[in-house]
């Protein structure tokens, strides 16, 4: 079964505006949630970053993984992340 559905062309124009504005803003919603937009993300957003639990990321920590604290609060740098991370690499092209 299929439908033809005629728009006029400024119902079109709404349409298109309407999925324009609901895309935008759920690609930006994805962006914040997976901290792609920061630089510096605190311990929960690490580890979802990562695809690791909390207390994985604490034991990396606890193994030389750098982390900054400020007020009590642990940030990680996803730069430094990165570059200890690869530090451990095992095997690969030398």
């Known amino acids: ?31 914040s949630v997976a901290g792609s937009d920061k630089d510096f993300l605190n311990q929960s957003a690490m580890s979802d970053w990562l695809g690791v639990s909390t207390s994985t990321l604490i034991n990396y920590t606890r193994a030389g993984l750098p982390v900054s604290a400020q007020n ?16 451990k690499q095992i095997g690969g092209v030398r």
């Open 72 to 87: 009590g609060r642990k940030f990680y740098s996803k730069k430094q992340v990165t570059k200890w991370l690869l530090s």
């Open 1 to 31: 079964m299929s439908f033809n559905i005629t728009l006029t062309e400024e119902q079109t124009k709404t349409l298109q505006q309407f999925i324009f504005e609901a895309a935008t803003e759920a690609v930006q919603r994805a962006v």
